[in-house]
């Protein structure tokens, strides 16, 4: 978005220009946003508000725009991404080459970062990678099936795990990552909305299913209610109240 061909920026601001015309707003004139007073940012925002202010800026075309706007946007995500990743940009992008559509798949400089973090057995790991290729195809020719996701490629590596040890391992891992990360965050804050004072005396059993229900949310919504009511029912055919 950066240093493209600036398609992004234009589509951005074509859709401001949109808006702006549905609300009588005069994009090429700032003055209405000079005449307010700029706002304190608390100090603790701070490094995190793009801090370029427009009061003294004539924003009178789309390229003023692009440069006083959006380049200053984008250059604080950038840094930001860079702060926060960049010292585990190597062990993610070993995590990306177990991904069977990576260009660097299986390729082992790539994954060494990873095996490495992990005190994995580098030559025994490059040993594994020599002959996994040729026991892929033969696996997909046996099974008459494509290996496409790392989630794949580790039931694969769940049979031969004696053999290729060191890389179930790494797969293992790459497989666990988003789970301990971005998921149990969402477990978490679903918990905190169902472990209310007034349901304080849910069981677990009960509290787990009503979890999986919300964090999955969107795989229940496509779930079809009527084939639950009748699977529900033909389980209790002893109840008093008939389901249909």
Partial sequence: ??????????????????????????????????KKSRIKIPKKFEKYIVDQTIQDIQL??????????????????????????GQTKPIIDAVAALHPSNTLFLNFDALTPLATFYQSNLDLLKSELMILPTALTTYENEK???????????????????????????????????????????????LKRLKTCVRNSMTN?????????????????????????????????NRRILLH
Avoid: G, W
């Fill in 205 to 237: 059993e009960r509290l787990i299913h009503l979890a999986v229900i919300n964090v999955e949310s969107a795989v229940a919504k496509s779930l079809n209610i009527e084939d639950i009511v009748k699977e529900f029912d033909a389980a209790h055919n």
């Fill in 144 to 190: 008459n099936v494509k290996i496409t996701t790392i989630m794949e490629l580790l039931d694969m590596l769940e049979i031969y795990k004696i053999a290729f040890i060191e890389t179930y391992k790494l797969a293992v891992i790459s497989a666990t990552i988003p789970v301990s990360s971005a998921a149990c965050e969402r477990t978490f804050s679903t």
């Fill in 60 to 85: 009178n075309s789309k390229d003023d725009f692009r440069i006083h706007i959006f380049f200053p946007a984008i250059d604080l995500v950038i840094s930001e991404l860079e702060n926060r990743f």
């Fill in 1 to 34: 978005m950066r240093e493209e061909d600036f398609s992004e920026f234009s589509s951005i601001y074509a859709e401001t220009e949109k808006i702006c015309q549905e609300n009588n707003i005069d994009l090429a004139s700032n003055e209405e946003i000079r």
